[in-house]
């Protein structure tokens, strides 16, 4: 990669997640050791973080992963607010009512309860809706299932993002979003809102999930 392409990891979680286990204040300690110039933090739910933070040439994007009530998850960039839980529709137009950037997560992964196969997604709302698809994610338990989430992008000519989907820093950074001369938040709504991405990223090793599996199910309890 050019020394002007910065690496992001767009897809994570930390314990303000029902499932995550990295501290949001431990998370510049691990971008830096992982070699990432940022992380989205796409919380279930809600944002974690309300706007972007950037230390040292280092950002935190602020962002959610939503359930939505028909479709199964989108991913919001950029976005300060919960979105109650609606159609898949309503969702995406409540992120970009936000000045929002949508991203759709894992879209061809049949493992997942929402993935958006599962879920039977038409690939018009993905067209009119989505701003860029998921890629590569690092939870995919077989590489074929991003292969096939590139291939819903090209048909539908979709720009493109990676995430480790990390709930634990065993995780974070394995998958990369490239973006080019980045110097503050808004270089990076910028280009991603232009589509200008590149990837790059491997699956992550599936036991590294049952940690975050366990503590899901401790929390639950616990309430």
């Not at 997640?17 to 691990?30: E, I, R, V």
């Not at 706007?51 to 950029?78: M, Q």
């Not at 709930?167 to 938040?185: N, Q, V």
Request: glycine share 6%.
């Amino acid at each position: 990669m050019a020394d002007a392409l910065s690496p992001f990891d767009l897809h994570s979680h930390t314990l303000y997640s029902k499932d995550g286990m990295m501290k949001p204040s431990s998370l510049f300690k691990w971008m830096a050791r992982r070699g990432l110039t940022g992380v989205a933090v796409t919380e279930h739910e809600r944002p974690s973080f309300t706007k972007p933070v950037h230390i040292h040439g280092r950002f935190i994007i602020n962002a959610c992963e939503f359930k939505t009530s028909d479709y199964g998850e989108l991913i919001g960039l950029f976005v300060s607010e919960a979105v109650p839980s609606s159609s898949f529709e309503h969702t995406a137009e409540k992120i970009h009512e936000q000045s929002g950037i949508t991203v759709l997560p894992h879209p061809r992964d049949p493992v997942r309860r929402y993935a958006a196969l599962r879920r039977g997604l038409p690939d018009a709302l993905i067209s009119k809706h989505v701003d860029l698809v998921e890629g590569i994610n690092s939870r995919c338990v077989l590489p074929i299932f991003n292969t096939w989430a590139q291939e819903l992008a090209s048909k539908l000519n979709k720009p493109m993002t990676a995430g480790s989907d990390s709930h634990s820093f065993l995780e974070l950074g394995h998958a990369k979003t490239w973006l080019r001369d980045i110097e503050s938040p808004s270089d990076i709504y910028e280009e991603l809102a232009a589509g200008r991405t590149r990837i790059t990223g491997h699956i992550s090793f599936p036991l590294w999930q049952l940690p975050t599996n366990v503590w899901q199910r401790v929390r639950r309890l616990a309430r």
